[in-house]
């Protein structure tokens, strides 16, 4: 047994395209949901119409954590299998939802299905990888979930301009999440025998006190600073999901246009995963986390200031790349620090913290966007990313 890209290409290439189709089950969602919020059930208030990111957020943060705890004694193929029956039902609920209740819940599916789903493929894959291309390997995995997050945007935006909000939008995601399931069911292997193989080989020490979720979110340095950046990169994007799409529409911008500028964003953090990867393999993982939260805060205080379609393309193709450069990262960075044993429960937890950022971000722009302005949430919130990155300079204690 070798954990290598190399030798096993073959799942790694299926789990990449089936975190691929995870990927677009949340993308279908964020061009449009906002304005059906505010056109079809007539909701004003910010706060409210963000809920849906909310219960999302807290949902699919609690998911991963579960998903990391139970990796080792469910199985990691039975995770992911019960990712995907927990997404089944959203497309459906989606076109013919009643109420905006409906649509929160649906999210709370939705964030169960990317919880277990997402924290699985990326626990799998370093499995398969070993060290070697660990940073490759995760550039490629966050490369197809946030390009068809980006492709999903996109179409559902287009579709939506031409036919309507609903049903028609949500259509894709019925054969994406029947595609994803059958495919794990009848395809994909368990590689919990490559963690025995790996703890066998192992230089990386176990925590002499057990206390995982205590490490990685307070007491290590490099693990908590890591998860405080991962809380950042996606409180910053829980307030672009919801705030984006309303801000860009009062700026004038038609609602196709709007679904290239939301496609733009996660497309060039997809892209961008493909070269960051493998790069923080050589030039170090804190240097690329540090760059890219710098390179996020930069971007949202341009865009608060950006006027004209192109500008808003410019500005949010910087916010992907900036998502691009830490996203890989600090998956990688943790399967460096964290022992084999350890390994499927320190992701669990940082992506629990990490994914919470999206509950945080939204909520707290809705309030800001309530009592001030939309622009005012750009604004702190790209203030927030570039504290961030200080912090990060002045606390990891990683050599590079």
Excluded: C
Excluded at 275 to 300: E, F, N, P, W
């Amino acid at each position: 047994m070798q954990q290598s890209l190399k030798h096993n290409w073959k799942q790694f290439t299926l789990l990449v395209v089936i975190n691929g189709f995870v990927g677009g089950m949340v993308g279908m969602e964020r061009t449009i949901l906002p304005e059906i919020a505010e056109t079809e059930f007539h909701i004003a208030a910010r706060t409210a119409i963000l809920s849906f990111i909310i219960v999302f957020g807290i949902t699919k943060a609690l998911a991963n954590y579960f998903a990391g705890r139970l990796a080792d004694t469910v199985g990691r193929k039975n995770m992911l299998i019960t990712g995907w029956v927990f997404g089944l039902p959203v497309p459906f609920l989606l076109m013919y939802a009643p109420d905006w209740n409906w649509i929160v819940f649906t999210n709370v599916l939705l964030g169960i299905n990317q919880g277990l789903a997402w924290s699985t493929a990326v626990i799998m894959k370093i499995d398969l990888v070993g060290e070697k291309d660990r940073g490759l390997a995760m550039g490629l995995n966050e490369f197809a979930g946030y390009i068809a997050v980006a492709a999903l945007a996109f179409i559902t935006g287009y579709v939506a301009a031409e036919y309507g909000l609903r049903p028609y939008p949500f259509i894709i995601g019925i054969a994406m999440a029947v595609a994803g399931l059958l495919l794990t069911i009848f395809f994909v292997k368990d590689t919990e025998t490559f963690v025995q193989h790996e703890n066998k080989i192992t230089t990386n020490n176990k925590s002499k006190d057990g206390k995982i979720f205590l490490r990685t979110t307070v007491t290590d340095r490099n693990l908590s600073s890591i998860t405080h950046a991962g809380f950042v990169t996606n409180f910053k994007d829980g307030m672009a999901w919801g705030i984006f799409p309303l801000f860009l529409v009062g700026m004038g911008m038609t609602l196709s246009q709007v679904g290239l500028i939301a496609a733009v964003y996660p497309a060039m953090w997809g892209i961008g995963q493909l070269a960051s990867g493998k790069l923080s393999d050589y030039t170090g993982r804190k240097r690329m986390i540090v760059s890219g939260m710098s390179v996020q805060g930069g971007s949202l205080l341009l865009f608060r200031i950006s006027t004209g379609y192109p500008a808003f393309i410019i500005t949010a193709a910087l916010l992907g790349i900036g998502t691009a450069m830490v996203y890989p990262t600090f998956l990688a960075a943790i399967a460096d620090i964290a022992h084999p044993q350890e390994r499927a429960e320190t992701i669990g937890v940082f992506r629990l913290w990490r994914d919470s950022g999206y509950a945080f971000g939204a909520l707290a722009s809705g309030i800001l966007a309530d009592f001030f302005s939309l622009t005012t949430a750009i604004v702190i919130t790209g203030i927030i990313a570039l504290l961030s990155s200080f912090v990060l300079q002045v606390r990891m204690v990683l050599e590079n």
